[in-house]
């Protein structure tokens, strides 16, 4: 309990940094002190309604979470997801006119 929490705190704080120090779109590495082999990646970018939405990845755990920061400091968790699957899909939702397979057989021909 007290771990998650020290998580949470930590957490926050790379949020609050984040809003803070960065311009927004751009991307900010953090490397926690005490913490070692662990890359936490934050980007954040403004909301239409106002505040920011802020995206962290887990780099060690190929997890992304987003989180909307309001303008009176609110902090909602959107969602979390693993992405190490979706990484290893070649294609999803692609509308150009060549599959990866289809390019790599182009490659190979040469």
């Not at 311009?23 to 990646?41: F, Y």
Request: proline content about 5%.
């Amino acid at each position: 309990m007290q771990r998650a929490a020290t998580g949470i705190v930590f957490l926050a704080g790379l949020m609050v940094g984040a809003l803070a120090f960065t311009r927004p779109g751009t991307m900010a590495l953090a490397q926690p002190q005490g913490m070692s082999n662990q890359s936490i990646v934050m980007t954040n970018v403004p909301l239409p309604q106002g505040g920011q939405q802020v995206v962290v990845m887990d780099a060690q755990k190929s997890v992304l979470a987003c989180y909307h920061a309001n303008v009176d400091g609110e902090i909602a968790l959107k969602s979390v997801r693993n992405i190490s699957w979706d990484l290893q899909m070649q294609a999803f939702n692609d509308k150009s006119e060549l599959e990866p397979d289809d390019i790599q057989a182009l490659i190979n021909k040469r």
